[in-house]
């Protein structure tokens, strides 16, 4: 969801000269050959940097910048985040390289990172979902405080997540929801019905699809998620071919969750890129909750579109709506649903 628009705003740095606290991440000697304007986002400043190091080598970098405290965390979070993915897929992710405050303008925050030529096209069939199987498989389990969250705030676009800590998925889920309910209804404004739904949402829908996975002997281990993988944010490499992940909002959670976005037909990829990550990792059980567990997943998404776009039109509100009703006409009693079905895990608190 990020970096996709029109930039209106101006960068800091004027002709070939970078702010010295930009310049302080680069290598000692670096000269500055060129900063040109690159990519396009409603939420931040993105530019290309040209430079020469002191063997001769031309090197480039990609920057993007933020103002305001909103500015400050987003950088942040890109570089606590880009940083994670980069340690499990160092030839997937642009290497982060830093983040910080201009000197001369200490309102304004900047990520920097390297300059990967990517091509903007739907990312292999194959190659993509083993990659994202492989990153989740690799990190499961590796979670810091063996918990679901992250160590600072994530930014969906300019959403911020809430990633405290929490011991249980549907614990950090919910919250997640709730969150997101939240700014959605402040965005595009009170809803009677919106507000029933919520409160079925939270209190019936997710413990029903979401306790499960850690109850009556089932267990997930939190792995890192993207949590933005549309066609904007994975491309192929220019040369390899490669799929290349960025502008990546993690934290860990349960790997199912990074399929949410694949579910919309908006985003081009699908059951196909679906059917080919579960050859890498099987279903979580229960195995018969998966694809109302993935609509679950996928309703977030629709939720933080309704929330940006708070001038246009309520059909992304309305999809939510609609898809949050037909799982509250499934489970009408909630995690009740579940024992009656399987009474075997009757005490399921």
Known sequence: MSDAGTQKGKSVEKGF????????????????????????????????????????TIKIYFKKGGSGER???????????ETAFYSFAPKNVPKP??????????????????????????PDIRKFPALMARIHLDSMGKSPTGKFGFHVTTHLANIPNDNSWRD????????????????????????????EISKGLLEKVIPRL???????????????????????NVMPDAETE??????????WGHNEA????????RYRLGKPYIKEYLKHIPVSAPVEDFD????????????????????????????FMSEAKKLLEKYPNGIDDFKDKMPQVAKLT
């Open 242 to 251: 490669e799929p290349i992940i960025f502008d990546s909002c993690a934290f």
């Open 168 to 195: 249980t998925w549907e614990e950090w889920y919910s919250a997640a929801i709730r969150r997101m309910l939240e700014l959605e209804e402040k965005s595009r404004g009170s809803d009677p019905e919106l507000t």
């Open 71 to 81: 500015g400050r965390m987003m950088m942040e979070g890109t570089f606590e985040s």
């Open 210 to 232: 979401l306790r499960p996975l850690q109850t009556g002997g089932r267990e997930i281990k939190p792995c890192l998620i993207h949590s933005d993988l549309w066609p904007g």
């Open 258 to 265: 990074d399929l949410g976005t694949w579910r919309s037909p």
């Open 292 to 319: 109302d567990r993935n609509a679950l997943y996928a309703m977030r998404y629709n939720m933080l579109v309704s929330t940006m776009n708070k001038d246009g039109s309520l059909v992304h509100r309305q999809k």
């Open 97 to 122: 390289v830093g983040w910080g405050t201009y000197k001369s303008d200490t309102n304004s925050h900047f990520y920097i990172c390297d300059f990967q030529d990517m091509i903007e096209d739907l």
């Open 17 to 56: 000269d970078l702010d010295d606290h930009v310049l302080a991440k680069l290598p000692p000697g670096t000269k500055v050959l060129s900063i040109a304007p690159h990519g396009a986002s409603l939420w931040v400043q993105t530019v290309r940097i040209d430079t020469r190091l002191p063997d001769g």
